[in-house]
């Protein structure tokens, strides 16, 4: 199949050098990596209030106190639910009308860390309900409180459960940043968008910002191999300095 794409853009004209000779000259390229610099800045943006949201909102809805529990599960299950370019829309005409209105790069960023967060809850939860009950039992046992069980016994395995889940959804969330065209944010799509315009060369502008989310991606799983690697690490030195039970390793393809 590849193959045969090839060979139509080739028989197309769309393969002529004169066609790609922008992507090397260095005005084009810098005009291309501003875009990338505001993709990635809106990402790690998101990414910085999602992820502490939703270790919050996950903690919440697995509390004992329905006080907690109840108004972190309808703020999970609202925000996974609704579109996310529903909720970037009612940024940009809904909430204007009623004198709310952020800069365009928050009217991205907000709504971004809204869905992600929801989802990430579930994420957090998930693990945290994938652990033994021994775990924390040691714990309470050993004399720790139920807080400080959490934080020092429940949270860390519970992350290195949840890295590869989780970094599927940074790479969602690196993805929802293209509806930077909603509020007309100049992310790296909406950068292509205006170059095309100005070259009529949109197969080969394309295919280029294509590659460079793959290579984005490929870098964000290896750091993350990284991070789980370090986790996995503290983790178990954490185990033995309290005397834990070490935790039995998690089916491949968990963590």
């Not at 090839?6 to 002529?16: D, E, P």
């Not at 609202?78 to 940024?91: E, G, I, T």
Request: glycine share 6%; net charge positive; hydrophobic share 50%.
């Amino acid at each position: 199949m590849a193959f045969l794409v090839v060979q139509r853009f080739g028989q197309a004209g769309q393969l002529a050098a004169d066609r790609w000779a922008e992507f090397t000259q260095w005005p084009y390229i810098q005009f291309l990596l501003a875009g990338l610099g505001n993709t990635a800045l809106a990402a790690a943006a998101s990414a910085l209030f999602a992820i502490p949201t939703a270790l919050v909102m996950a903690l919440g809805r697995t509390s004992r106190r329905p006080w907690l529990r109840w108004p972190a599960t309808a703020y999970i299950e609202f925000f996974r639910s609704v579109p996310l370019l529903l909720v970037v829309y009612v940024f940009v005409s809904g909430l204007p009308s009623y004198g709310i209105n952020p800069d365009i790069f928050w009217k991205l960023v907000i709504p971004i860390t809204l869905c992600s967060s929801a989802v990430m809850a579930e994420i957090f939860r998930a693990g945290i309900l994938a652990l033994p009950a021994g775990q924390t039992e040691a714990a309470l046992s050993l004399g720790m409180q139920q807080s400080q069980a959490t934080r020092f016994v429940v949270l860390p395995q519970a992350v290195r459960i949840v890295v590869p889940s989780m970094v599927a959804q940074l790479v969602v969330l690196l993805k929802d940043t293209t509806l930077g065209y909603a509020v007309s944010y100049p992310e790296l799509m909406k950068t292509a968008n205006n170059l095309t315009a100005y070259t009529n060369h949109l197969i080969q502008t394309f295919l280029v910002i294509a590659a460079v989310y793959v290579v984005t991606n490929i870098l964000i799983s290896h750091f993350a191999r990284y991070l789980e690697r370090r986790v996995s690490g503290r983790t178990a030195r954490a185990g033995k300095r309290a005397g834990l039970p070490e935790q039995e390793p998690a089916p491949a393809g968990i963590g």
